[in-house]
């Protein structure tokens, strides 16, 4: 393989692809990049054997086709420190050459066989939707999903699509969200996947072209996006996610219209004095406006008076971990949002217009 490449390109598809990229494991070959030229195109490709992913480059001259694996951190830092606007790589056995104008480095890898297979995107979508459509409704819903917890379903994001309607519905036990979109499917039918919150992160690096369509095929027990220069393949999260609908509250008849920028601010002031051990904020509900109060041991006192577009209802108090609060309000993009309640002791849902939807469970204030 021998292939003069465009630097910044190709600084581009190894931060890329970097996501997936194993530091430490006692196979070796899941800490290197593959790098195959052909096609006037060179692609670049990695996986940890849950995601894979491969992007490619037509900014590049390909002189002789070919393939290399090189471990990625070495070859990360040598192209990022290089000060060329081109770089040369050649490749003979295992062993891989980078060239810039001044400087020569020598980089030992690995046989190209030793690599596991990526999947290839082949056949029909099962629907396609716009780049950033589907940035919306993944980042509306993403943060919710739980870190570390035995239920290892809600890991993970459900993906339903019923013909040409797609929702996404991410939740840790304590707050649930859910955000809804349209897209163009193949078929009428219905489909669901469970797909890992580490593949939806990627997937928000690579496919950043808002116009451009995203490709999406659920096979097996995989799932696969794809776009002309990219694919992003990963196994799907097994077991079920929890009846979701089921935690939706339905019977609201307390309900705040409010400034998304007025609610985050009143939020964040109220939530400076909380500690791990009061980390509550109690909104008092009002017709002629909301109060927000904090108090911490040995700290202080917070109170913060905010008006309301509209309120319908009888007076309400309920305590809410503020961070859940600010978490939801920088993912709206509409200027106001509603607050709806039954009692105390009740879920609050946050609503943004016809597509997203909030819920998060109160805390015991003091």
Known sequence: ????????????????????????????????????????????????????????????????????????????????????????????????????????FTLNGYRTTDFPPIPEFTGEPDFQIPAGDMHKIISQTIFATARENSRYAINGVLIEREGNKIAVIATDGRRMAMAKGSCKANKGDSRSAIVPTKALNLLLRIFTDSEKPVQVRVADNQVLFATENAVLASNLVEGNFPPYKDVIPRDGDKKATIGTDVLASATRRAGLLTNDESKGVRLSFKADGLTLSSRAPEMGEAEVNVGLANYQGDPIEIGFNPTFILDALKVVDAEQVTFEFKAPNKPGVIRSGPDFLYVIMPVNIQ
């Open 1 to 104: 393989m021998k292939v003069i490449c465009d630097r910044g390109a190709l600084v581009e598809m190894l931060n890329l692809v970097s996501g997936v990229i194993v530091s430490r494991t006692p196979k070796p070959v899941l800490s290197c990049v593959k790098l195959t030229a052909a096609d006037s195109t060179l692609t670049v490709s990695a996986t940890d054997l849950e995601v894979s992913v491969r992007v490619s480059t037509p900014r590049v001259e390909v002189q002789e086709a070919g393939e290399a694996l090189i471990v990625a951190d070495k070859l990360i830092q040598i192209v990022r420190e290089s000060v060329d606007s081109t770089l040369t790589l050649t490749n003979k056995d295992e062993s891989t050459v980078i060239r810039g104008q001044d400087s020569r």
